[in-house]
């Protein structure tokens, strides 16, 4: 019985722990410079942050961008940083916005420039120092970053 | 010199969320072009911009050539009092910009 009792908590327990310890740093890439500059070598855990941008671009030149993240916005908790990667831009690191309290709301929209077909990552830093993220896979039909040449 | 369109709701009351969006005329120049001739065509982007609301800084952000010409940006703050919102950005000319608008809280 007390076996089994055991056993059932094991079983319980290890879906769980399996699945965040696969998890983390799910969409990026602890020995990617920029990511280290950022985190410090903190994981980066999967959710919170949606970054929504379109499936298909027509053009890379200008692509509606918005990254938004659950939090209350007080003084005890919220978003500090939120970094904008496109992974195959000659410079990946899109922007960065640095949120407080006084913002109220945890979202911030732009328009991009996107070198191709390729995935679009974001990830915020929490108040807590905590790291989440989310990614996007963008179809880009004309590639910004040519000239023609 | 840059110019901006700053748009905010006509009136919000106390303690409201408020929409801020900015648009700013920079060519956002990447740096990887050439011009007719064929020689490279200097990098110019704006590259930090920060947001003022009665002096106290709201919203700052890091920008790069990765966003599109024309710079467009939108975010939120609460609305506390009536006063300014005052834009400042910087580019890789060491150009200033600056802007500012009115925001009126009930």
Known sequence: MNR????????????????????????????????????????????????????????????????????????????????????KNPLRDVCWFYLGPRAGKAEVSSRIRLNGTQRVVAVAQLADGTFWSDAVHIDVREAACTDGN | MAQARILLPERVRRGELVEVRIVIQHPMETGFRHDAFGSRIPRNAIHSLACRYNGVEVFRATLGTGIAPNPYLRFFTRAVESGELEFWWLDDDEVEGTARATISVL
Do not use: C, W
């Open chain 1, 4 to 87: 089994r009792r055991a056993f059932i908590a094991l079983a319980a327990l290890l879906p769980f722990g399996k699945r965040a310890s696969a998890q983390a740093n799910a969409h990026v890439s602890t020995t990617d410079p920029l990511i280290v500059s950022f985190t410090k070598g903190a994981s980066v855990m999967p959710g919170r942050v949606k970054l929504e941008l379109p499936n298909i671009a027509d053009t890379g030149y200008s692509v509606p961008m918005t990254v938004r993240v659950q939090s209350p916005m007080t003084e005890a908790d919220h978003v500090k940083t939120i970094l904008v990667m496109a992974e």
